[in-house]
């Protein structure tokens, strides 16, 4: 069985926000079987290494599986508050990019399963 390394960007989108030194994360699958991908493959440790360079502080994680989401908080992200810290983007807005360039490890018939499925919702 062949295996694919995918961004989450492929399968999924994300929304980012902060609260003081804290950034907080929804993983949207697009589909069902999307969703099982993200939620087998994207656990608390994963994002935790992903971000390993600048979050001194823990991940935490729960399933959202009723809106095929995932939800993480990372705490400690910020360097102590969007107003104290020196990196460019001092905030978690914009970090939901970030998330969807972690790679995860498919095989070549759920990517395709995952990308041949309907799209849940109401997207054109």
Known sequence: MSHVRIPL????????????????FGLFAWNAAGYALLAREVTAERVQAHFAPWLPGE??????????????????????????NLRLDNLGKAMAGALLRLEIEVTQAELEEALNTPRVGVWP
């Open 9 to 24: 960007v492929r399968i999924a989108h994300a929304r980012s926000g902060d609260k003081a030194d804290w950034v907080d």
């Open 59 to 84: 991940v935490d994680a729960w399933p959202l599986p009723n809106i095929l989401a995932l939800k993480f908080v990372l705490r400690g992200a910020l360097q102590g508050g969007g107003a104290r």
